[in-house]
């Protein structure tokens, strides 16, 4: 199983990024996906989920309103768009497989697959 993360870089801020998260290995739409962030000297958070069904995501309240996260079972694909990102958005973002469940988890033990994670730099 492999999580392919890509689409971070580095953006003023007020700008926008979408990063993308390419699954190879598994069944990708019973999966429920996650996307973690882990800013220097910072443990790894949660930051936003989609359950496999379909019918259901979760947004930290840092991020809510700024960002979305959507798939294309089609693609094998999970994304994360972001909006009026701020400098404390700056981290590496991971993406995350959790298999076998459609509730979403801000837990990063309960999440079976990592991606290899993407640079997100946010400039004042």
């Known amino acids: 199983v492999q999580l392919q993360a890509s689409g971070g870089g580095l953006v003023q801020a007020g700008g926008s990024l979408r990063l993308s998260c390419a699954v190879s290995?598994?069944?990708?739409?019973?999966?429920?996906m996650g996307w973690f962030r882990q800013a220097p000297g910072k443990k790894r958070e949660f930051v936003a989920g989609?359950?496999?069904?379909?019918?259901?995501?979760d947004y930290a309240d840092s991020v809510k309103g700024r960002f979305a996260v959507s798939r294309d079972n089609d693609r094998n694909t999970v994304y994360l768009q972001m909006n009026s990102l701020k400098p404390e958005d700056t981290a590496v973002y991971y993406c995350?497989?959790?298999?076998?469940?459609?509730?979403?988890?801000?837990?990063?033990?309960?999440?079976?697959?990592w991606g290899q994670g993407t640079l997100v730099t946010v400039s004042s």
């Open positions: 989609d359950s496999w069904s379909g019918d259901s995501t």
């Open positions: 995350a497989a959790r298999t076998s469940s459609r509730l979403i988890s801000k837990l990063v033990s309960l999440y079976d697959y």
């Open positions: 290995g598994r069944t990708f739409s019973r999966d429920t």
